[in-house]
């Protein structure tokens, strides 16, 4: 699993060939910083691994949406698969051409699926029969035919850390239920804007193993079949989604070489091509959150490290209860159990509780590895706290790729003079 955070032999930590004490002179922190070798090479290591069948990898750019991140990705082949309004404006912006672009979502608004439209992109993962319906007709206005592929919830048994990021249970809001899926091919494929050219699921988000996508599989390929027997000539494409899992503490990441001996067979005896969403996989470990201690305080018999980084700037150990690592830049021998938190006035502002964390003290640098993905795109203002900086290494470079905001920003939408209105 490539990270591209090592340590030199004092027992510094490094980002390629990075300082990152120097990243954190140059920019403040707290700070986001990417390795884009960490990931061009875990891009690569899932590309090569699926390269037997005709096959793309969609980025799936809700992970980490920053532009010099997309670049990175985009010259490595990647499409991506876009949530929103917001994502494919940005994903343009980036360079993607439309047709490396399919859009994934279970709230699609009428002006979402226009944009999409208008830029002509690869294919609407359609969620339910009233998005189908809806893209039809708002397709037929525009005059286009709308290209589609079902996601279908494959109702197979996930386990992920938290059952927040589990979508492809019977139950839950995403995807048509299995047994819906070919009454909704059926209907696909009389409306007459609709294009249907794949099939799609997407199970959930760190999944460790392979069951589940090979049970989804051969779910997805018995409907394949049944939807060929209703005469349907255009579907191309079998999208199983993203997911695969990284490494926060000990667990083994999603071995894709496994992945694939599970999936490809059955894919190259479809003759479709094979496209996934990764997320996570690719960027997850390619990140960290650099902060500085600002002191430590024990209190109630326990004792607390308080940094400049704060749940606003990375919620999942607070929304999810996920673990990140914590270590000091400066490797330390002593350790202690603390809680490790940020400045926010809520108990829920932490990184780690009842950890054994090394010594590190007032001024010093650490960081919260394994938040390339999901840390800065969840990001927010609570607090009035401006949101950080993103740095990207790319050897023994640096770059700002997203600048620090400023007080000016916090308040830049809110007018000093208000225009009323009356209704
Ligand atoms: C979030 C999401 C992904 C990516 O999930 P990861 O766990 O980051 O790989 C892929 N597809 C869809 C539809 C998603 O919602």
Known sequence: MATGFT???????????????????????????????AIREQYDSLDRALAPVPHRLHYSMKANANLAVLRVLREQGAGVDIV????????????????????????????????????????FNVESMFELEQLNE??????????????????????????????????????IPYDEALDAARCALELPNIALRGLDMHIGSQVFELE???????????????????????????????GFAVTYEDE???????LAGALLPGIRQSGLSLITEPGRF????????LARVMHRKKAGGKEYIITDAGMNDLVRPSHYHAY?????????????????????????????????????EAGELIVVRTTGAYGYVMSFNYNSRPRVA?????????????RRERYEDLVRLEPDHLDWSTG
């Open 84 to 123: 929103s309004g917001g994502e494919l404006y940005r994903a343009l912006h980036a360079g993607f051409g439309a047709d490396a672009i399919v859009f994934s979502g279970v709230g699609k608004s009428p002006g979402e699926l226009r944009e999409a439209l208008a830029a002509g992109i690869l294919m």
């Open 252 to 258: 083994q990441p999603m071995d894709v070489d496994a």
């Open 390 to 402: 993103e740095v990207l290494v790319d050897g023994d470079r640096f770059a700002v790729v997203t």
């Open 138 to 175: 708002i397709a037929g206005e525009m005059g286009r035919r709308a290209p589609i592929a079902l996601r279908v919830n494959p109702e197979v048994q996930v386990s992920t850390p938290h059952h927040y990021t589990r979508t492809g249970e019977r139950g839950n809001k995403f995807g």
């Open 282 to 289: 690719i960027v997850g470990n390619a990140g960290v959150l």
């Open 324 to 360: 990140h690592a914590v270590e000091a830049v400066q490797a330390r021998e002593e350790r202690s159990v603390v809680d490790v938190v940020g400045p926010v006035c809520e108990s829920g502002d932490f990184f780690a509780l009842d950890r054994e964390v090394e010594d590190v």
């Open 212 to 242: 589940p996508y090979r049970d989804g599989l051969v779910r997805l390929l018995a409907l394949h079949d049944q939807i060929r027997a209703l005469g349907a000539t255009e579907i191309r494409y079998l999208d199983i989604g993203g």
């Open 7 to 37: 340590r030199t032999a004092s027992g510094v930590l490094m980002c390629d060939g990075v300082s990152l004490e120097a990243i954190a002179s140059a920019v403040g922190t707290p700070a986001y910083v990417y390795s884009a070798r």
